[in-house]
């Protein structure tokens, strides 16, 4: 008889890790994937401003895997989960039937019901995200060199960032590099310095995760380069020209609240709205506010949270079927505290590894034991040279931040070659300020 | 008063030569191009086959002529010249009049006539195409791992080439290299080593610029690396399944016909057709095969040969039209042996270095004169450490072209960064057979 079957539903950081803990282990593997490629995606910013090229932050999920013998790679569009049948369904039809299966497809980015608004303000998840954040950014100084008309210049030259979040203050404080100092010299209509770059958090506070003395020196390094920060301040509404924006509470929707009063109307190029709110034209709106589940969780038949996360049991089981696991930014589970786990790649991992050590405790007849999370820190670029880092009782910021931050990643990548590569363009990029791969391709 | 206007179409070797030839001179100069980058085609196959990054062979125009300050660089389509207007009209309705023109906007793939073969037969021009290719080839060996129908498999499993020039050598050398070495121990259920590669030429001879002994030095190489070579065979079908083919000069359509009778059937995975024709059965065909100048040349009003090159005078300029002039894969001119010009980067720089020049002279009042082309010889690479050189006097096989071919081409690369990452990349690509890029991303 053979072993009992493991799938692996997604190829991230957490069923990478998965694979990794069950390889040699008595159990046949299939990691299922709809790219061929494992994506690093804390660098997916760098692509999208043109700093890394896409090679460098994936590795082809097959190379990763090829020494486990117990782990096959299928390059699949998984649809549904049927847990009744214990299959995986395919988008073209194919059905991969499993003993166990571990449930790690992430979570993408969501507007919470506006979806009109991803054509206007696209998010950041994918390789194809990323390379289309950046021929929008690339083709809006092109646009502007080309303009007659001083008010849409400017509207082109304007650049809103909505969500303050780390992956907002990532491509704030690397658009202001780029408009300050990488094209300064290479157009001639246009002076690329004057490119307004605004970062919308609809929160209290950017970086709402981290310390506040930690929050206070990144506002202070994004306002040092040009970046101008509006929390409290709540985006009702995206179109081709820009954004309303109004303080949060006073438009209704949910939030943190109109706790500063002074979140309002202001500044050049903007233009009082009914109520209080305001108008910030701009010729470029990029979406990181916000993300769900992806949607094969629904298909489980479990409750999921108000972002379409599962409602996984301690062991992250699925509640009556205890050969389903859920893990990362697919799952939804309080710690001790009764806090949600932060939807980073640590807590993919370690709940990645949790998962699959369970299924191999149930194949010895062991009961399974509950998840815990060992905090490892976080930490968030600021701008050049210039980084936040809170690890437990350490807290950074500034240039020493900014070199672990860089050690870190360049250490956390995958394959000694991506290691090089990306050592290599952060070097040219820090003395040279120019960016590799400024290169506008695919048309959406 | 102001300088004189010359706008440069198309930013590739050519229109870079000439904007270099003409910096600092008392002109003004407009760069028109529907990318925003310079891309370095002689690599482009390098792209395709997952060595290289589309960053790594391209480089923002802007930013290479940056320090002309005579020069600027707007992104535009051009759709046609109006010589009468003397202007070229945009894609989008502008218009950019100018006092000399400077075509180099080089050619495109063709099909010849039968421009339904391009949806089963991807050409490789642009970056686009080239990631078009590498989708499909790396597609073929997942969908192989999926397939349990044997002969289905051996269909995925075989790719044919249509074309024996440079490019169709050079691809076929690779994919050989990657089914052989880079992929054999990643799949589970298909030995990528019984990958069918077939490079089809309807010549007479695969690189027929190359003298005989570096053509038969090639052929050897090939062979070794277990490619089919069928020369005298005509492709007289593609459709999703492979391609029929024929002795050439049989079929009848053209050519340099006939010579050998034994180009025919024979082989696994193939089936007699009417006619002497038979069949290669194969998931992946790619074309190699022809050329066409840019569609814009077309409109310029002038003469054309059947390539769609506009026929020049002597100096390059058109007949009846003393400041429009045509460089490059755009042109057709015979040499004082009544020979073309090669279709190569030295022939689209040095005319339009002469191009530039002839301009130069007609605004100081000199006559034009006729453009000789200096000839510094040509190289392919024909598989992993070897190649063929033929320069001057000089032929190499082997390892010294291929030394010779490496330095070459990292040498005339632009932008120090993009040589040390290709640098770095062959070095990786050398030692580990592995290929840095292989991702398979957009679905055109």
Not at 28 to 37: G, K, P, Q, S
Not at 110 to 123: C, N, S
Request: one cysteine or more.
């Amino acid at each position: 008889m053979s072993y009992p079957h493991v799938v692996i539903v997604g190829g991230g950081f957490g069923g990478l890790r998965a694979a990794k803990t069950l390889r040699g282990r008595p159990v046949r593997v299939t990691m299922l994937d709809r790219h061929n490629y494992h994506l690093f995606q804390p660098l997916l910013y760098q692509v999208a401003t043109a700093t890394l090229s896409p090679g460098d932050i994936a590795a082809p999920i097959r190379w990763i895997v090829r020494h486990a013998s117990n782990v096959r790679v299928l390059l699949g569009d998984a649809s549904s989960m049927d847990v009744e049948q214990r299959c995986v369904r395919l988008a073209d039809g194919a059905t991969v039937p499993y003993d166990f299966v571990i449930v790690a497809t992430g979570a993408s980015h969501a507007y919470f019901g506006r979806e009109e608004w991803a054509e206007h303000a696209p998010g950041l998840k994918t390789l194809e995200d990323a390379l289309e954040v950046r021929r929008r950014v690339l083709l809006a100084f092109e646009r502007a060199e080309r303009e007659a008309d001083p008010a849409r210049r400017a509207e082109l030259l304007t650049f809103v960032l909505v969500g303050g979040g780390p992956t907002g203050v990532e491509l704030a404080g690397t658009l202001a590099e780029i408009a300050r100092q990488t094209l300064r010299d290479e157009f001639r209509a246009i002076d690329t310095r004057q490119a307004r770059i605004v970062l919308v958090e609809a929160g209290p506070t950017i970086l709402p995760s981290f310390p506040g003395t930690l929050r206070d020196a990144a506002r202070r390094a994004l306002r040092r380069l040009g970046i101008e920060v509006r929390e409290n301040t709540r985006v009702t509404q995206i179109d081709a020209h820009g954004v309303d924006v109004g303080a949060s509470g006073a438009g209704g929707a949910s939030g943190a609240g109109g706790a500063n009063g002074a979140g309002g109307a202001s500044g050049a190029g903007e233009a009082g709205v009914a109520g209080g709110a305001s108008r910030i034209t701009a010729g470029t709106v990029l979406w990181a506010a916000g993300v769900a589940a992806s949607p094969l969780v629904a298909t489980l038949g479990v409750p999921l949270d108000k972002a379409g996360r599962a409602m996984v049991t301690p062991d992250l089981s699925v509640p009556g079927h205890p050969d389903v696991f859920v893990v990362g930014d697919a799952a939804f589970l309080l710690d001790e505290q009764g806090q949600p786990y932060p939807g980073v790649a640590q807590t993919a991992m370690q709940q990645a590894e949790h998962a699959a050590r369970m299924i191999l405790r149930r194949l010895e007849g062991q009961p399974s034991l509950p998840f815990h999370y060992r905090d490892l820190g976080s930490m968030a670029i600021v701008g050049r040279g210039a980084a936040i880092a809170d690890i437990g009782r350490l807290h950074m910021a500034g240039f020493p931040a900014w070199l672990a931050w860089l050690f870190l990643h360049i250490f956390m990548l995958i394959g000694f070659r991506n290691r090089l590569v990306v050592m290599l363009e952060w070097a040219v990029a820090f003395m040279t300020f120019q960016r590799s791969v400024r290169l506008i391709t695919y048309q959406k």
